[in-house]
T-cell receptor
Framework: AQSVSQHNHHVILSEAASLELGCNYS??????LFWYVQYPGQHLQLLLK??????LVKGIKGFEAEFIKSKFSFNLRKPSVQWSDTAEYFC?????????????FGRGTSLIVHP | KAGVTQTPRYLIKTRGQQVTLSCSPI?????VSWYQQTPGQGLQFLFE???????NKGNFPGRFSGRQFSNSRSEMNVSTLELGDSALYLC????????????FGPGTRLTVL
């Protein structure tokens, strides 16, 4: 079964700092990739997704992610974070070649941005 | 469109009791999935229902069960509650054409004492 690793469990940044959150999955094949965000007290919501095509994906609120197939990675980036980006971030992978399209989620990364 | 709704939002139960959680998907979504979210474990998949049939199942004991009704609303039941069942239970629905893009509800916070 597919597994998803998010290397940073807790990240603390100051406003305007750059952000990169790592996400790796366990094996290749055809995958759909997602980043979800959970702001304090709010629902999980989709930040961005990759299905096919350009491996550099742009999402909402200035976030982007790059799919590197050879590294089984889908890292999330933002050039300049804001206090309002404080949230928990989850990477998810749907392994289509594995026969199940249900996404497997990583354990999440808690991001705190100091004003 | 209204989002995914879950009731109740909070529940407190004692060990040994059972509990039923409810989820109403986005209109037109026929796939409903359930996840358990705990600190440090992230989201763990429980099961998925589509057109009243369980299509996928995660690695949870048989105490966890679910069902889906003809209007796509879903319920999840946990019997013989254990302390470790304390968690946020999330329901997600998906459009039939994009079944792996999940839209999440606010969750039900279950506390087992």
């Amino acid at each position: 079964a597919q597994s998803v690793s998010q290397h940073n469990h807790h990240v603390i940044l100051s406003e305007a700092a750059s952000l990169e959150l790592g996400c790796n999955y366990s094996y290749g094949g055809t995958v759909n990739l997602f980043w979800y965000v959970q702001y304090p007290g709010q629902h999980l919501q989709l930040l961005l997704k990759y299905f096919s095509g350009d491996p550099l994906v742009k999402g909402i609120k200035g976030f982007e992610a790059e799919f590197i197939k050879s590294k089984f990675s889908f890292n999330l980036r933002k050039p300049s974070v804001q206090w309002s980006d404080t949230a928990e971030y989850f990477c998810a992978v749907a392994d289509l070649s594995g026969g199940s399209y249900i996404p497997t989620f990583g354990r999440g990364t808690s991001l705190i941005v100091h004003p | 469109k209204a989002g995914v709704t879950q009731t109740p939002r909070y529940l407190i139960k004692t060990r040994g009791q059972q509990v039923t959680l409810s989820c109403s998907p986005i209109s037109g979504h026929r796939s409903v999935s359930w996840y358990q979210q705990t600190p440090g474990q992230g989201l763990q998949f429980l099961f998925e229902y589509f057109s009243e049939t369980q299509r996928n199942k995660g690695n949870f004991p048989g105490r966890f069960s679910g069902r889906q009704f003809s209007n796509s609303r879903s319920e999840m039941n946990v019997s013989t509650l254990e302390l470790g069942d304390s968690a946020l239970y999330l329901c997600a629905s998906a459009d039939p054409g994009l079944v792996n893009e999940q839209f999440f509800g606010p969750g039900t916070r279950l506390t087992v004492l």
